[in-house]
């Protein structure tokens, strides 16, 4: 008798673990229950009329690495090769990045120059953070939180300034409170194999599965720092929904409750990020009573919101030219960032002659703190704030557009969570596998590999 696959959840994961499920040469019955009225998740494209494109969630993808390459992979597979836009290395969206410090802006250091001197706002060259992680032993914890692994290795500064930036253009999330060991794996095995960062990034990374493409051979070739499509986004899902037509039957009706019938298999793929920060409650309520520790698990999975809103300033020119700027929470807590997406990716500015998009990232672990309730804040606070900040930091003004957002959090101890509930199925035998943002990786890449691993291992067990 053919098997069936249930799909919770039809963002990225969702979708690429139809993907591949469908394309098994042993294809199940696949059963995608999706509980809002689009697929997609976060990948969510607004087109206006005159062709600009404003993104909801993610606006760029990286390359690099196994993840990148899969993705990439996949992207070929389903002939969006002509709809990709690259940004190659030598674009200044590759090359600049900026930080927000005592009201003004700061260009990141790069290349050997850039770590030679001392470069505002760092009080020291770079290569001394360089030199002092060289020299550091090797740390003892189990975990960590990134604050305190880059203090130790690198010096108070660099974790003060340029880490609890990263993590807030990354995570939306406090460097203080995150998990080494599970945001930065690759950082945290690299300490404990080689005892430094920098000797481990130097010697080690060993080979990937072979998973090339013409687009990731080129994408190497022309350093791309990140691609998009040029409908935006949502074009992979869209495209990924092509596929799935006639291969799989969707319901928008969602998923009330998860049990177990006899033979029943099921990969789960659930809401990882929304408006508010109690998602994965959300997956929690849909166990049955039996399956509690695997629920207070999943409870314990934190996510934070943020406010993304969107403008765009008709006839404007940017004073400077990058990918965007990050703020330090020392600085301002609430504002994390501002993207230039015009800069990165100018075919996506509309027909309305030149024009600057940006997008202004707020809230993130600071949201509470300074506009209160993510459910009740009203929309025009979020837009003046945003004005504002480009105001202040940029000399522009006007506006657009505004949704919101969730990020999960991994904080210390994530591990621990995630290995106690693969534990837990194992043993209880259940036939589920947990894929998506909340487990081992929030990037749009991570969320795509980890489906199709999860996928593989099914099918496999299967056999
Ligand atoms: C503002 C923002 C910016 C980002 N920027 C980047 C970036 O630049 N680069 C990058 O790589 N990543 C970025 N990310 C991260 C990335 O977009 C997400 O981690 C990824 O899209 C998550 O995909 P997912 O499928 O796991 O979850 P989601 O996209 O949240 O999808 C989950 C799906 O499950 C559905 N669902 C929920 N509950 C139920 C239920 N009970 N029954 C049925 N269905 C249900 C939801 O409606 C949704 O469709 C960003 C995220 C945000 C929010
Ligand atoms: C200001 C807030 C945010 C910005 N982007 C995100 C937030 C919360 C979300 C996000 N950004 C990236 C990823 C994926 C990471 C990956 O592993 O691929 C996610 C979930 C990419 C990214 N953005 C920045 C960095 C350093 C990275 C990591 C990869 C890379 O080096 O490209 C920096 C950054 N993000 C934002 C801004 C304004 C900014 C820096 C100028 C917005």
């Known amino acids: 008798m053919q ?39 976060w990948l ?20 690099v690495g196994t993840v990148g390459k899969n993705t990439l992979l996949m992207v070929s597979e389903l002939g969006l090769d002509a709809d ?21 802006l700061h260009r990141l250091p790069s290349g050997i120059g850039g770590v030679l001197r001392t470069v505002p706002p760092f009080t020291r060259p770079l290569l001394w953070s360089g030199l002092r992680e060289l020299a550091a032993p090797r740390g003892t914890q189990p975990d960590e939180t990134i604050h305190r692994f880059v203090s130790r290795r690198f010096g108070k500064e660099l974790a003060d300034i340029a880490i609890d930036s990263l993590c807030r253009g990354v995570f939306a999330g406090d460097c203080r409170a995150l998990s080494m060991r599970s945001c930065f794996p690759a950082l945290f095995e690299a300490e404990q194999r080689w005892r430094s960062v920098i000797l481990g990034m130097a010697l080690g ?9 013409a687009l990731s051979r080129r994408a190497r070739d022309e350093r791309w720092s990140q691609w998009s499509l040029r409908g935006g986004m949502e074009t992979l ?5 092509d596929f799935l037509r006639r291969r799989v039957s969707v319901s928008s009706s969602g998923c009330a409750a998860l049990q177990l019938c006899a033979g029943g298999r099921g990969v789960w793929s659930p809401q990882l990020l929304c408006a508010e920060a109690s998602l994965f409650p959300a997956l929690a309520v849909l166990l049955p009573g039996w399956a509690e520790p695997l629920a207070q698990e999943l409870r314990s999975i934190e996510a934070v919101s943020v406010g993304v809103v969107n403008l765009q300033y008709n006839g404007a020119t940017l004073p400077i030219t990058g990918f965007g700027h990050l703020v330090p929470s020392f600085e301002d ?15 996506q500015n509309g ?50 557009v505004l949704p919101q957002a969730c990020i999960p959090q991994y904080m210390l101890g994530h591990w ?30 991570d969320c795509i590999y980890s489906a199709k691993m999860a996928v593989t291992r099914l099918l496999d067990q299967a056999c």
């Open 44 to 63: 969510h494209s607004t087109r206006t009329e005159d062709g600009a494109v404003f993104e909801h969630g993610p606006r760029g993808i990286r390359p």
């Open 351 to 400: 027909s309305c002659g030149p024009s600057v998009r940006l997008t202004v990232m707020l809230g993130g672990a600071w949201f509470e703190q300074g506009f209160g309730d993510p459910d009740t804040v009203p929309q025009a606070v979020l837009l003046s704030r945003a004005k504002e900040a480009v105001r202040a930091h940029l000399a522009l003004t006007l506006s657009l």
């Open 237 to 241: 899902p869209e495209a990924l929904q």
């Open 84 to 104: 990709v836009l690259p940004v190659p290395g030598d674009h200044p969206a590759s090359k600049n990045r900026y930080l927000y410090v005592s009201r003004a």
């Open 3 to 41: 098997r069936t696959v249930a799909v919770v959840g039809g963002g990225i994961s969702g979708l690429t673990a139809c993907y591949h499920l469908a394309r098994s040469p042993s294809a199940p019955k696949i059963i995608l229950l999706e509980g809002s009225s689009r697929l997609g998740g």
């Open 205 to 213: 990374g060993g080979k990937g599965p072979a998973l090339d493409s």
């Open 333 to 347: 807590s609430s504002l994390l960032g501002i993207v230039y997406d015009s800069v990165a990716f100018p075919e």
């Open 416 to 445: 621990q969570r995630t290995e106690s509930m693969s534990r837990y199925l194992e043993q209880e035998g259940l036939p589920l596998s947990l894929i998506g943002a909340s487990y081992q990786g929030v990037s749009v890449n």
